[in-house]
Protein backbone atom coordinates (compact mmCIF):
# COMPACT_ATOMS: atom_id res chain seq x y z
CA UNK A 1 0.00 0.00 0.00
CA UNK A 2 1.45 3.41 -0.42
CA UNK A 3 -0.18 6.83 0.99
CA UNK A 4 0.77 10.44 0.62
CA UNK A 5 1.10 11.91 4.01
CA UNK A 6 2.31 14.81 5.63
CA UNK A 7 6.24 14.35 5.70
CA UNK A 8 6.26 14.53 9.60
CA UNK A 9 3.55 11.83 9.66
CA UNK A 10 5.70 9.36 7.43
CA UNK A 11 8.60 10.05 9.54
CA UNK A 12 6.84 9.19 12.57
CA UNK A 13 5.44 5.81 10.97
CA UNK A 14 9.00 4.72 9.59
CA UNK A 15 11.29 6.30 12.75
CA UNK A 16 13.36 4.18 14.01
CA UNK A 17 14.22 3.70 18.38
CA UNK A 18 16.54 6.66 19.51
CA UNK A 19 15.00 8.96 16.61
CA UNK A 20 13.42 12.32 17.95
CA UNK A 21 10.37 11.09 15.98
CA UNK A 22 9.97 7.60 17.29
CA UNK A 23 6.72 6.80 19.26
CA UNK A 24 3.87 5.01 19.47
CA UNK A 25 2.78 5.62 15.87
CA UNK A 26 6.10 3.54 14.69
CA UNK A 27 5.83 0.66 17.31
CA UNK A 28 2.52 0.01 16.29
CA UNK A 29 3.10 0.85 12.37
CA UNK A 30 6.33 -1.23 12.19
CA UNK A 31 3.85 -4.09 14.87
CA UNK A 32 1.71 -4.91 11.38
CA UNK A 33 3.98 -3.68 8.44
CA UNK A 34 6.74 -3.44 6.92
CA UNK A 35 7.17 0.45 6.40
CA UNK A 36 9.39 2.59 4.13
CA UNK A 37 9.62 6.03 3.41
CA UNK A 38 9.86 6.54 -0.76
CA UNK A 39 10.22 10.18 -1.55
CA UNK A 40 9.47 13.99 -0.41
CA UNK A 41 6.29 15.54 -2.12
CA UNK A 42 7.51 19.72 -2.11
CA UNK A 43 4.75 22.23 -1.92
CA UNK A 44 4.87 23.82 -5.06
CA UNK A 45 3.90 20.22 -6.83
CA UNK A 46 0.32 21.31 -5.80
CA UNK A 47 -2.02 23.97 -6.86
CA UNK A 48 -2.58 26.29 -4.46
CA UNK A 49 0.82 25.17 -2.50
CA UNK A 50 0.15 23.62 1.17
CA UNK A 51 2.09 24.89 3.68
CA UNK A 52 3.08 21.71 4.12
CA UNK A 53 5.35 19.15 2.96
CA UNK A 54 4.35 15.47 1.78
CA UNK A 55 5.89 12.27 1.58
CA UNK A 56 4.72 9.01 0.34
CA UNK A 57 4.82 5.63 2.14
CA UNK A 58 5.04 2.13 1.49
CA UNK A 59 3.43 -0.08 3.94
CA UNK A 60 3.27 -3.95 3.27
CA UNK A 61 1.37 -5.52 5.94
CA UNK A 62 3.14 -8.68 7.57
CA UNK A 63 1.81 -11.86 7.31
CA UNK A 64 2.40 -11.89 11.40
CA UNK A 65 3.54 -9.27 13.96
CA UNK A 66 6.91 -8.20 13.84
CA UNK A 67 7.64 -10.00 16.70
CA UNK A 68 5.67 -12.54 19.33
CA UNK A 69 2.81 -10.74 21.30
CA UNK A 70 0.98 -12.25 24.20
CA UNK A 71 -2.31 -10.10 24.78
CA UNK A 72 -2.19 -7.35 22.20
CA UNK A 73 -4.34 -5.16 24.36
CA UNK A 74 -1.51 -4.99 27.12
CA UNK A 75 1.11 -4.62 24.23
CA UNK A 76 -1.00 -1.45 23.46
CA UNK A 77 -1.46 0.00 27.17
CA UNK A 78 2.02 -0.80 27.20
CA UNK A 79 3.39 1.19 24.80
CA UNK A 80 0.69 3.95 25.31
CA UNK A 81 2.25 4.05 29.31
CA UNK A 82 5.90 4.16 28.27
CA UNK A 83 5.10 7.16 25.53
CA UNK A 84 2.81 9.12 27.99
CA UNK A 85 6.18 10.60 29.49
CA UNK A 86 8.55 9.61 27.08
CA UNK A 87 11.49 11.29 28.80
CA UNK A 88 10.95 9.52 32.30
CA UNK A 89 13.08 6.89 32.89
CA UNK A 90 11.19 2.86 32.84
CA UNK A 91 11.84 1.99 36.13
CA UNK A 92 9.17 5.06 37.09
CA UNK A 93 7.22 4.83 34.39
CA UNK A 94 6.52 1.27 35.48
CA UNK A 95 7.56 0.85 39.44
CA UNK A 96 3.60 0.03 40.20
CA UNK A 97 4.10 -3.45 38.40
CA UNK A 98 7.79 -4.37 37.78
CA UNK A 99 11.28 -3.32 39.81
CA UNK A 100 14.35 -2.51 37.74
CA UNK A 101 15.70 -6.09 38.44
CA UNK A 102 12.58 -7.72 36.62
CA UNK A 103 13.33 -5.09 34.09
CA UNK A 104 17.02 -6.23 34.03
CA UNK A 105 15.72 -9.46 33.65
CA UNK A 106 14.29 -8.80 30.38
CA UNK A 107 17.12 -7.28 29.53
CA UNK A 108 16.01 -3.93 29.42
CA UNK A 109 18.16 -1.27 31.62
CA UNK A 110 15.46 0.31 33.90
CA UNK A 111 17.57 3.62 33.18
CA UNK A 112 16.62 4.22 29.55
CA UNK A 113 13.92 5.97 28.22
CA UNK A 114 10.80 5.02 25.90
CA UNK A 115 12.07 6.59 22.65
CA UNK A 116 15.69 4.01 23.11
CA UNK A 117 13.66 0.71 23.15
CA UNK A 118 12.74 -1.40 20.09
CA UNK A 119 10.29 -3.13 19.15
CA UNK A 120 11.49 -6.80 20.60
CA UNK A 121 12.01 -4.63 24.18
CA UNK A 122 8.78 -3.19 23.97
CA UNK A 123 7.19 -7.44 23.56
CA UNK A 124 9.42 -8.57 26.49
CA UNK A 125 8.54 -6.03 28.58
CA UNK A 126 4.40 -6.09 27.97
CA UNK A 127 4.61 -10.23 28.01
CA UNK A 128 6.48 -10.28 31.09
CA UNK A 129 3.44 -7.76 32.33
CA UNK A 130 0.93 -9.60 30.57
CA UNK A 131 2.40 -13.13 32.45
CA UNK A 132 1.89 -11.58 35.68
CA UNK A 133 -1.73 -10.53 35.24
CA UNK A 134 -2.17 -13.87 34.05
CA UNK A 135 -1.03 -15.36 37.52
CA UNK A 136 -3.40 -12.65 39.73
Known amino acids: MHYMLQKEVVDRITAAPGSKTYGRLSLMAQLWCETTALFDIPPDAF ?7 SAVVRLVPRPAPAWQIDDLATF ?15 RKTFAHWMNAAALEALDIDPTAR ?18 QECQK
Open 47 to 53: DPPPKVD
Open 76 to 90: EETVRLAFAQRRKML
Open 114 to 131: AETLDGAAFARLANARYQ
